[in-house]
């Protein structure tokens, strides 16, 4: 392999830092990354040279030939390591003092304590990761659920970075067109007809709104689906939410009114988090901090993504269900027949189409978050596993902008009222907010367009 | 030394004709020198000047008192304003001149300049003062002493031309020799080299085609000049003689399977196929035999037959760009509709030549390792006698102002064509021959053939390019653009005026009587129709209100545009230090780091437009700099 001019930046100094997260657990990940890794490891770990790639079992000694640990190390040579360059990870016993001795042993070897984020940025300055790469890595350490973790993962494959690649293409066809039809008059292909334009705009647009539809299920993945529990007071609504996340949190009793302002708590659900609001009871509150919290309530319920409307009679159920609607929420309303464990009566079953849950027995549980997450379905599309998502709102924003000039651009194009030059301002507009998305669309790229697709040469 | 000068410019063709030209006006005197001085202002290649961007060039080059355009409208045999269908803001000039009279033309404006003296000579190397030059030496050994050189020697450098596989001749065009003992110095002086190709199609005997079966191409000069200087000095017919020679039509024919099948039978005897050229030439002006490999499927490749002069017959086939043997030419040739019995009087050649790449150059066109040598023209991996003429006068411009201890010129993206062709040049360098197109440019829509003069005229008139007779000139037609917007806001049109124009436009009647500018905005009317319709402004130059025109017509496209200029105008005003320690900037990317040191940019604009310099490079370039600045010691 011919060494790339990027591979030199491992002339940068060595940095090291605990990989894992701090504190108690098994295992502690410290990563040595940089020129000098192999050198300053050596000094530390033997048997010394490992083969690369393959993990090995070695003591760590303080450098001097006292023993300290014995751990298991990985050598990935540059180019192939994650940031790019020479990397060795030391996987030694966790806790808080074992990696902390170990990396002050490999600082006094001439390492330099790694920034926050320092390995990933070295990632991308060595290309190893385009920068929605790295993005989605940011996502994936702090991801709070599984779904924004298979989201974070998905971005990680380059799944959005192939679509971002396949509306850069497009954005590109119609620059060629453009260009060939502002820049070549006289060539044997003759003019471009108008209508190829058209093609290429409306193929962008496809594009655009492909990753645009993705917004409201990436943003529902990103943030989580507000699903609010409310009901009238005393009906069980804090042992529904405590049931639902799995310990107590709220106060549970039997007076009426206790929860007084909302109590929200993230739960991973299915495809996206979930994050449970608990509400006062809807009711009409005299005290007044009672009545700031039904308003709060009030608030968080216009805010929904779901609405569990509660109750341990039919009627408690209905009337929840008119306060919801008489709020004008968009949420979808799911109800809930609570405390299905005392009154099982074959009278008072529930309202049609309730579920019947238990927060005492459990039952019904799972029932109830199926119906939460098909109703989230129903409204945001289920995903078919490998449509990329949009789960960042700038991303949204470069879209949308894009979006607006294209379709500018081709209003004007349709009328035949924009000459070329004119019509390409939107269009430049376009690939310039699209920039930091699909990277910048040189005039080279444009030319070599133009080049392959038509005889030019009068 | 025999004579000193402010100036020396080492080549007279169309960029060494521009240097001296803007050199002379600033003041300077000024030496030309050149092989042979019949061959000032010689076209090497096809008859034309213009096209698209190109043409627009010329216009620029015109308003900072160039040559060319002036030439250019001497000569015109056949003229067209290209993309004319397309609407005024994308019209493209592009006039084919008379050989002869163009060259005649060009010899003449120089002589105009008392200050500028022309000499013939082959230059053998360069006199020095250690780093800096201090003139040249002929090989005829006269030595001449100089402030600044301008080198614009063209494809002359090590020129090789290539006529099938096994006929190489050394020269720099066909006819004239190649200059190897400059090339040899320049080299030595530690400047990095490389080789380009370009090629040339045969040239015709008009007397044996058979032009009854072509498709033909009239001229349409129509009131059209390149230059405004002599607009109002001269009128168009004077004592009976147009100032434009007469026109002459092209003709249009094609190659067609015959053709193609001869090329690829004998492909392997072209010198690029053949294996007999390496080096790389321009896609957009490919040979014959690459538009055959490369796009099989097209049936028919168009030619143009153009005329070289009114002194003679010859035609040169635009189109038909080759270095197949002579015979086999010949043998195409005959296969094309009209030139069955052709008779050939030229046959078509490559050329590799040297070129040095052009990011060794500062912004001023000078040499960054030797102070006074500046390099313009084909010398840079350009190609086109725009391209060319537009360095030429960047590098005759800033070599008098350096010798005259004056600050330097540098135009801009957004003032011209000419400052997007110099910042590209030296700051993105060049891997093909080097042409302007519209595409390079971020201000197409407000760089435009028609308003030249507005965006450079207040740049000449500061640097002293005119005369004090053009200057009057050209404030006077600034302002008529002006004129033109406030006639128009400011008068009515009624229906009866209006509608001719409006409904040969294939638009609506006018209901009652509209502003002028109202009724401008409409797609497809002419402002110079609803004036010419309503009796007022008929004394505006066309171009002035053809300006004024698309500022009504497309005024927020401009604003967006104007806006954009201004942001990179800022970006323009954040300098650079020459000396930044590039390799120390840890932030940047290793490839950033190495761009920018290779290229020092002056601003951070230019640093912005170096590839592989991305937008989060320049925000860690702000923060090195300004570190660097606090405290360079501990760095």
């Known amino acids: ?458 | 030394m025999e004579q000193d000068f402010d100036v020396l410019v080492v080549g007279a063709g169309h960029a060494g004709t521009e240097a001296a030209v803007a050199a002379a006006r600033l003041g300077a005197t000024v030496g030309l020198i050149t092989s042979a001085l019949e061959t000032i202002g010689q076209m090497s290649c096809n008859p034309a000047i213009g096209g698209v961007a190109k043409g627009t060039v010329v216009r620029e080059v015109d308003a900072l008192g160039g040559i060319m355009g002036r030439a250019t409208d001497l000569s015109t045999l056949q003229f067209r304003m290209l993309n004319r269908g397309k609407g005024p803001a994308v019209w493209s000039p592009r006039a084919q001149c008379d050989r002869g009279l163009y060259r005649r033309a060009a010899r003449s404006l120089l002589e105009r300049h008392d200050n500028l003296q022309t000499i013939q000579g082959t230059v053998a190397r360069l006199l020095m003062d250690g780093d800096s030059v201090r003139g040249v030496e002929t090989l005829e050994g006269r030595r001449f002493g100089a402030k600044c050189v301008v080198i614009t020697t063209g494809t002359f450098l090590r020129g090789r031309m290539h006529i099938g596989t096994t006929t190489q001749i050394p020269g720099g065009r066909a006819g004239d020799a190649a200059t190897t003992h400059l090339a040899e110095q320049l080299e030595n002086a530690g400047l990095q080299v490389a080789r380009f190709k370009t090629g040339t199609p045969p040239r015709i005997d008009g007397r044996t085609v058979d032009f009854s079966s072509l498709a033909i191409q009239e001229s349409e000069i129509d009131r059209f000049d390149y230059s405004w200087s002599h607009f109002w000095t001269t009128p168009r017919v004077s004592n009976g003689v147009a100032r434009h020679p007469a026109q002459l039509p092209c003709w249009i024919t094609h190659l067609g399977a015959a053709g193609k099948e001869i090329i690829t039978r004998n492909i392997a005897q072209s010198a690029m196929y053949g294996g007999a050229i390496a080096s790389r030439g321009p896609r957009y002006c490919p040979s014959v035999e690459d538009k055959i490999v490369k796009f099989p499927a097209a049936a028919t490749h168009q030619l143009f037959l153009e005329p070289e002069g009114h002194d003679t017959a010859e035609l040169y086939v635009n189109g038909l760009s080759t270095s197949l043997p002579a015979p086999v030419q010949l043998e195409i040739l005959r296969s094309i509709p009209g030139l069955e019995r052709v008779r050939m009087n030229r046959a078509g050649y490559a050329i590799e030549y040297d070129y040095y790449p052009p990011t060794q150059l500062d912004q001023t066109l000078q040499v960054k390792t030797v102070p006074g040598l500046f390099f313009a023209g084909q010398i840079n991996g350009t190609t086109g006698y725009e391209e060319a003429a537009g360095q030429g006068l960047v590098a005759g411009a800033n070599a008098a102002l350096r010798a005259q201890q004056r600050d330097p010129l540098v135009l801009g993206r957004e003032t011209s064509y000419i400052g997007v062709l110099v910042d590209d040049l030296v700051t993105r360098g060049v891997d093909e021959p080097y042409r302007l197109f519209t595409s390079r440019s971020e201000f197409r829509l407000t760089v435009r053939q028609d308003n030249a003069l507005q965006r450079l005229s207040s740049i000449a008139t500061r640097l002293g390019l005119y005369s004090e007779e053009e200057q009057t000139i050209a404030e006077r037609r600034v302002g008529e653009v002006r004129d033109a917007i406030s006639m128009a806001e400011n008068s009515s049109i009624r229906p009866e005026q209006a509608d001719p124009v409006l409904l040969a436009a294939g638009g609506t009647a006018l209901k009652h009587a509209m502003r002028i500018s109202e009724v401008a905005k409409r797609n497809g009317v002419a402002l110079a129709e609803l004036f010419s319709a309503t009796g007022i402004a008929t004394d505006l130059a066309p171009e002035s209100v053809l300006s004024a025109e698309l500022e009504i017509k497309y005024a927020g496209y401009f604003e967006r545009e104007r806006t954009h200029a201004d942001r990179m105008s800022r970006m323009g005003e954040m300098k650079l230090e020459p000396d930044l320690p590039y390799e120390e900037m840890t932030m940047l990317s290793f490839e950033s780091r190495q761009k920018l040191a290779g290229i020092r940019p002056r601003t951070l604009a230019q640093a912005s437009r170096i590839p592989g310099v991305n937008p989060s490079d320049l925000q860690n370039l702000l923060i090195e700099v300004e570190r660097w600045r606090r405290g360079p010691a501990s760095s």
Request: charged letters at 25%; a negative charge.
């Open chain 1, 1 to 458: 392999m011919t060494e790339s001019p990027r591979r030199s930046l491992t002339q940068g100094d060595t940095i090291v830092a605990l990989a894992t997260p701090p504190g108690r657990g098994a295992i502690a990940v410290i990563r040595l990354s940089g020129q000098d890794a192999p050198r300053i490891a050596a000094r530390h770990l033997s048997p010394w040279p490992i083969e690369p790639r393959v993990a090995t079992l070695c003591e760590i000694s303080d450098g001097y030939g006292g023993r300290m640990e014995q751990a298991l190390v990985t050598w990935f040579p540059a180019p192939n390591s994650y940031t790019g360059e020479t990397v060795i990870e030391i996987s030694t016993h966790g806790g808080d003092l074992t990696p902390a001795l170990v990396i002050e042993q490999l600082v006094a070897s001439g390492a330099r304590p790694a920034e926050p984020g320092e390995f990933t940025r070295r990632a991308v300055l060595n290309g190893k990761m385009d920068l929605l790469q790295a993005e989605a890595v940011a996502d994936l350490i702090d991801a709070p659920s599984r779904a924004m973790r298979d989201a974070a993962v998905r971005q990680l494959d380059g799944g959005l970075s192939r679509r971002v690649l396949d509306l850069r293409a497009a954005m590109l066809e119609i620059e060629a067109l453009l260009a060939y039809d502002i820049d070549f008059p006289e060539e044997d292909d003759g003019p471009v007809p108008r209508e190829r334009v058209l093609r290429a705009i409306d193929s962008a647009l496809a594009s655009l709104d492909q990753l645009l539809a993705t917004v409201p299920r990436g943003e529902l993945i990103r943030s989580g689906a507000v699903v609010v529990i409310a009901g009238e007071p005393n009906v069980g609504k804090s042992s529904l939410f405590n049931a639902l996340i799995g310990r107590s949190r709220a106060i549970v009793t039997e007076i009426p009114g206790t929860t007084r302002d909302a109590i929200e708590a993230v739960i991973d659900g299915d495809r996206w988090p979930l994050r449970l609001v608990d509400t006062a009871g809807i009711r009409d509150a005299t005290d007044v901090v009672e009545r700031l919290g039904v308003e709060l309530s009030q608030r968080h319920i216009q805010g929904a993504h779901v609405v569990l409307a509660c109750g341990d009679s039919s009627e408690s159920i209905a009337h929840v269900r008119e306060s919801v609607s008489r709020l004008g929420a968009s949420a979808a309303v799911i109800s809930a027949r609570t405390k299905s464990d005392l009154s099982v009566g074959a009278a008072d079953a529930g309202a049609a189409g309730a579920v019947l849950v238990s927060a005492t027995t459990g039952a019904g549980l799972r029932e109830l978050l199926a119906r939460i997450d098909g109703e989230l379905s129903k409204l945001y599309g289920a995903g078919d596993g490998d449509t990329p998502v949009v789960t960042r709102s700038r991303h949204r924003a470069i879209l949308a902008a894009a979006r607006a000039e294209l379709t500018g651009f081709r209003e004007g194009w349709l009328a035949g009222v924009l000459p070329a030059t004119v019509a390409a301002v939107h269009l430049r507009s376009a690939v310039h907010s699209l920039e930091e998305l699909i990277g910048s669309v040189d005039v080279e790229d444009v030319l070599d367009r133009v080049f392959s697709s038509f005889c030019v040469g009068k």
